[in-house]
């Protein structure tokens, strides 16, 4: 399995998911400036990739700077620069400050190899998420049962996370397990994440799918052809609330409706302790991602667009989270926190 991203001595490598599914291009990015930018324009996206990502961004701010004395400046400099790129993933935020712990750290030492612990932490965040994955996967799989209808929505697999995927990343592990079952997959307007990734990585593992658009989720829902919803997160609240890609809601209130289980599955990394559903930001992206499909205008032109990239799930229509420690049900106050604290 190729990874979405990885160290190499040459710089960070990462998949460049505008390309595809028409071409699998490999970006290597020499310094966090151009890792911060293939964050914003989503050349790498993910909650737990952009996690990833911007740990190796740090990583590589220190293994760039020739001048010990600069080498504080440098990082905080490219601490705030990766921190401005993406506002709603909680991921993100969560390992920039597990980096900037290590060289807080440092400060209190002499000859402290900064450097090399840096590296070493981004090389570590990476590996854990491997393996929070592979542990969701096998807590989720529980969940699905042969002749499923299991319907998601956006990219959640292996291109969200370093490798395996979390949403995505149960339906993999149960499809390893043996148990036949269908995977419905939303097409995810306005940048076709559905179409173009989760589709991609479906007809690469031999799961069988079938590619809807947005509009057809209440149909098939009715039809009896939804068993069960799994979608991934790019925060989620002490609570329980679930902010994930624009689209989510809408899906949730429909499962409600038909009295269909809506699942969520995201590591530990992206719950934030400290949020509520008012607290949250939502990222409000390029007009052009709505007047325009890759390229190709498909608006009149001077269009006023509302683009925001996530909505917010209350957690009354969220039936269960599942993490790396286990499934969670509600009330979230309890459970998650509980399990978060014994991370």
């Given at each position: 399995m190729i990874r979405t991203i990885e160290w190499k001595g040459d710089g960070v490598h990462i998949i460049d998911q505008t390309a595809l599914p028409d071409e699998l291009r490999i970006i290597r990015c020499e310094d966090h400036e151009r890792l911060a930018k293939a964050i914003e324009c989503m050349e790498i996206r993910g909650a737990p990739a952009i996690g990833v990502a911007a740990a190796m961004g740090i990583a590589l701010a220190a293994?760039?700077?020739?001048?010990?004395?600069?080498?504080?400046?440098?990082?905080?400099?490219?601490?705030?620069?990766?921190?401005?790129?993406?506002?709603?993933?909680?991921?993100?935020?969560?390992?920039?400050?597990?980096?900037?712990?290590?060289?807080?750290?440092?400060?209190?030492?002499?000859?402290?190899?900064?450097?090399?612990?840096?590296?070493?932490?981004?090389?570590?965040?990476?590996?854990?998420?491997?393996?929070?994955?592979?542990?969701?996967?096998?807590?989720?799989?529980?969940?699905?049962?042969?002749?499923?209808?299991?319907?998601?929505?956006?990219?959640?697999g292996a291109l969200a996370c370093v490798e395996h995927g979390t949403a995505l990343g149960v339906i993999r592990t149960a499809c390893e397990e043996g148990k036949k079952f269908v995977v419905y997959s939303c097409e995810t307007r306005p940048l076709l994440q559905g179409a173009r990734l989760t589709a991609f990585e479906l007809k690469h593992e031999k799961i069988p799918f079938k590619l809807i658009t947005d509009n057809m989720a209440a149909y098939v829902m009715k039809k009896g052809l939804v068993k069960k919803v799994i979608v991934g997160a790019d925060l989620i609240t002490r609570h329980g609330d679930v902010v994930n890609k624009i689209g989510t809601y809408g899906l949730a209130v429909l499962a409600k409706h038909h009295n269909i289980p809506f699942y969520v599955a995201a590591p530990l990394s992206t719950i934030d302790l400290n949020a509520s559903p008012e607290s949250v930001t939502i990222e409000e992206r390029s007009p052009s991602e709505v007047t325009h499909i890759r390229g190709v205008r498909i608006a009149p032109e001077g269009t006023e667009v509302i683009n925001p990239a996530f909505d917010l799930t209350p957690r009354q229509l969220v039936s269960a989270i599942i993490t790396e420690k286990g499934v969670s049900y509600p009330p979230y106050d309890l459970s998650i926190f509980f399990r978060q604290g014994n991370n």
């Open positions: 293994k760039n700077c020739n001048d010990e004395k600069e080498l504080y400046e440098q990082l905080w400099s490219a601490y705030n620069r990766l921190k401005s790129t993406r506002p709603t993933a909680r991921n993100l935020f969560w390992a920039l400050e597990r980096m900037r712990k290590v060289w807080e750290d440092c400060l209190k030492e002499s000859g402290n190899g900064l450097k090399e612990k840096l590296i070493n932490e981004a090389l570590a965040i990476a590996e854990e998420d491997v393996a929070v994955c592979r542990a969701i996967g096998k807590n989720g799989s529980e969940l699905i049962s042969n002749g499923d209808g299991v319907l998601t929505h956006c990219n959640a």
